[in-house]
């Protein structure tokens, strides 16, 4: 599992030769952020790892829904018990 979000950015690397300088076929750049001691840190993706990196943080969102799902079943159960005499 990862935290944070992933994100596909398109963008022109500057070089005046790239076929990207005409601002139309820009390059794909691929990213995660991360909440780090407070902050939002953004880190490079490499294209090897991009499909890897999407599925964990997938299984992160889904593990949290899943957390939050429990605990509000726990908490209906907790206060039908404290209504009970």
Do not use: W
């Not at 953004?42 to 599925?55: C, D, H, I, S």
């Amino acid at each position: 599992m990862l935290p944070g979000s992933f994100v596909e950015r398109k963008r022109a690397c500057g070089r005046p030769n790239c076929h990207c300088a005409d601002g139309k076929n820009l390059h794909t750049q691929y990213q995660i952020s991360v909440l780090v001691d407070g902050q939002v840190k953004t880190f490079n993706v490499p294209a090897a790892l991009v499909e890897q990196v999407r599925q964990k943080i997938e299984l992160r969102r889904r593990f949290e829904a899943a957390a939050a799902a429990i605990c509000n079943i726990n908490l209906r159960r907790y206060l039908k018990q404290k209504e009970k005499p």
